[in-house]
């Protein structure tokens, strides 16, 4: 019984056996295969990264008429690209992007060591355009090597569809270095005032890399409405960051504009000779402009034919480029009460004097005209500050506090108290209680015979 019982187990366990080895030897040999055939597959997939064949062109319409998509794709499994530009009926336009493109390739294949290190490209466009038929593109190129974090940089390109050729910021600025140096100055003081760009990059890195050269200015957007700039931290090669961006509203730098950029404004020039008189009062308007009280104030010194000196701060004017306009354009005189309105006799002479220049190019900038006189912030001046400018230095003898009261009707209490000719009263058009007390001051003043002039005709 027990050995019957043995015996017909191992006729089982025999049956097992001979199935488990017909298995084994079947999965072996499949193996075997398989593994010969990826051995194949990659050898070939290496030949085709040297010498990439898989790549794919496709090309498609836009939404603007003229502009051609084109797509290239390669599938190739470690060194995958997807590259989208835009492409006209125009050689010069189809050149530059082409030479842009075979680069940015080119790079990366050789990066990627053909296949050796995985990675990944993408370069996607945007067309953005002016109404002058003028259009931007920007192409965002999109790299990954290996292990090491994406990079993005923007490339742009400009091009007239009316007349097949490119443009540059050389256009767009009338050729003019002077234009370039203000609109440098400017771009600086965004970038400066941008909290999480300076935390990031240090001011000379800034200043670095916006120095007024044509160069560092090339790459940019235009719209009807903006200009967007983008500054590489190197230009030595493709696929690095260009991560320090600003964008200006050209109703900031209309000044600076070629034609076909500029914005249509109306300018009808007020020139009016000062009253000859004695009894001559300058009255003073300091740290604007504001764009509400400001233009309270013009319309009260409108009321009362009275022209006034504003002592502006230029980070004001910056923000307000407008107000600023339209003071001058009033008949008003527009003078430098420096960009922040720092104590000067306690800064270094570079600051200083970058206080009163950047301000000073501002004013020139918006309003078309020089700053006429200089007034220090808190009338706090030395001899190192009075170094730092040409500029006639205006200071006050009637303070009507009103910065302090903040009251319509001390105001007047103020002046009357002080007041005598040739008298420079000292206010700020930034305070509603200035703004609202005003016509009450200039009722008193001219009831007495004074006439108004500016601060420079005193
Ligand atoms: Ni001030």
Redesign the pocket.
């Known amino acids: 019984m027990n050995r019957k019982k043995l015996k017909r187990r191992s006729f089982w366990i025999n049956t097992f056996l001979l199935f488990f080895i017909g298995i084994l030897t079947i999965s072996t040999f499949s193996l075997m295969t398989m593994a010969t055939k990826k051995d194949n597959a990659s050898t070939s997939e290496a030949n085709k990264v040297t010498v990439p064949t898989k790549i794919m062109f496709n090309t498609s319409e836009s939404d603007i008429p003229g502009i051609k998509i084109v797509t290239e794709t390669s599938t190739d499994a470690s060194a995958p690209f997807v590259l989208q530009y835009p492409q006209t009926e125009y050689s010069t336009h189809n050149k530059a992007v082409f030479q842009y493109i075979e680069r940015a390739k080119e790079n990366y294949l050789t990066k990627t060591q053909n296949g050796k290190v995985e990675g990944d490209l993408t370069i996607s466009y945007e067309i953005i355009s002016h109404s002058s038929k003028k259009y931007s593109i920007a192409l965002t190129t999109n790299r990954v090597i290996g292990e090491a974090s994406e990079q993005q940089r923007i490339e742009s390109f400009h091009w007239n569809l009316e007349t097949g050729e490119n443009f540059t910021i050389k256009d767009v600025l009338e050729n003019d270095s002077k234009h370039l140096m203000m609109l440098s100055t400017l771009v600086r003081h965004n970038l400066y005032n941008n909290s999480t760009l300076s935390n990031e990059f240090s001011q000379d890195k800034i200043r670095l890399e916006t120095q007024p050269t044509w160069e560092n200015f090339d790459q940019f957007v235009v719209t009807d409405k903006s200009i967007t700039f983008y500054f590489a931290e190197s230009e030595e090669e493709i696929g690095l960051v260009n991560s320090i961006v600003t964008t200006i509203p050209l109703t900031t730098i209309n000044e600076l504009l070629a034609e076909p950029f500029q914005l249509l404004i109306e300018e009808d020039e007020v020139t009016q000779a000062p009253a000859e008189t004695t009894k001559k009062v300058a009255l003073t308007f300091?740290?604007g402009p504001n764009p509400k009280t400001t233009v309270q104030i013009l319309e009260i010194l409108n009321k009362y034919d009275a022209k006034a000196t504003f002592?502006m701060l230029g980070n004001r004017v910056q923000a307000y480029p407008e107000i600023a306009k339209q003071v001058r354009e009033e008949g008003h005189e527009i003078s430098n009460?420096s960009w922040n309105?720092p104590d000067l006799t306690k800064l270094s002479t570079e600051k200083v004097q970058r206080e009163i220049q950047d301000t000073n190019t501002i004013i020139e900038m918006v309003t078309g005209e020089k700053s006429t006189s200089f007034r220090p912030?808190?009338g706090a001046v030395n001899a190192a500050v009075r170094q730092q400018t040409n500029l006639p230095i205006v200071l006050w003898d009637v303070d009507t506090l009103d910065w302090q009261d903040r009251d319509a009707h001390q105001l007047l209490v103020n002046v009357k108290r002080d007041v005598k000719g040739g008298s420079i009263i000292l206010m700020?058009d930034i305070h509603q209680s200035t703004a609202d007390g005003l016509d009450a001051v200039l009722a008193y003043l001219q009831s007495e015979d004074y006439t108004f002039v500016k601060a420079s005709d005193l």
Do not use: K, M
């Open positions: 300091d740290d002592f009460h309105h912030p808190y700020h």
